[in-house]
Each structure stands twice: as structure tokens, then as C-alpha cells.
């Protein structure tokens, strides 16, 4: 099992910045992808970014240039710069972990979730 705990969550005005922090613990061993998704009232959870192991990443493009995903595998931590934010950056975002080393943006397939943090950008 892996516990994921995020933090890093407020409320920001428009082109401000976060930093949004996921610690694992448990078998991290088993966190090959670690990545970041966020839900909007009314909306369905969407992926934003991934990061492998060995630090490939991958992005959604409404995010691309403005956010930054990374990882620190001696802290079991990856994190999310988001910059230039944007009111429709407004969600819950949810760290997520998965351990197959093929590539998927679907939050189906990602099995460790966890407890999500808010993000509110103010117009």
C-alpha cells in the first residue's frame, strides 16, 4: 500500500504562483509514474502532469510552459510549481501514483490517490 498526503493548497490571485507538494509513504517502491490531476466543481477529474522515475515528464497542454512537475525519489516526494495561474486553474488537485512503466494520462489507471488539496485563483 502507499499513503499520499498533499499540500501546498490556497487561494492565489491571477498570475500568482503555488507550489503543491505530495509526500508518499509506504511501498513507494511501487510509484514508478507520480503525477497530478485536478477536479473543477461540475467537471470531471482531468490530468495535468506526470513524472516517471527517471524524470520523463509529460503535460496537458493548457499547463504546458506555465507548470512544473518534479521529484525528489530520496524524499518520496514529487512536487507541482504552477505559475501564471489562471481563475480556471480553480480545482482540486489530487496527487496519484502507479506503478506500470507504460505512460497514462487516465486517472483510472492510476491506483494511490491522495486526499486532494484546493487550489483557488482569484480574477
Known amino acids: 500500500q502507499v499513503q499520499l498526503v498533499e499540500s501546498g493548497g490556497g487561494l492565489v490571485q491571477t498570475g500568482g504562483s503555488l507550489r503543491l507538494s505530495c509526500a508518499a509513504s509506504?511501498?513507494?517502491?511501487?510509484?514508478?509514474?507520480m503525477g497530478w490531476f485536478r477536479q473543477a466543481p461540475g467537471k470531471e477529474r482531468e490530468f495535468v502532469a506526470v513524472?516517471?522515475?527517471?524524470?520523463?515528464?509529460y503535460y496537458t497542454a493548457s499547463v504546458k510552459g506555465r507548470f512544473t512537475i518534479s521529484r525528489d525519489n530520496a524524499k518520496n516526494t514529487v512536487y507541482l510549481q504552477m505559475n501564471s495561474l489562471k481563475p480556471e486553474d480553480t480545482a482540486v488537485y489530487y496527487c496519484?501514483?502507479?506503478?506500470?512503466?507504460?505512460?497514462?494520462?487516465?486517472?483510472?489507471?492510476?491506483?494511490?490517490w491522495g486526499q486532494g488539496t484546493q487550489v483557488t485563483v482569484s480574477s
Open positions: 513524472i516517471s522515475r527517471i524524470d520523463n515528464t
Open positions: 496519484a501514483a502507479r506503478g506500470s512503466v507504460i505512460l497514462t494520462t487516465t486517472p483510472s489507471e492510476y491506483v494511490y
Open positions: 509506504g511501498r513507494t517502491s511501487s510509484n514508478y509514474f
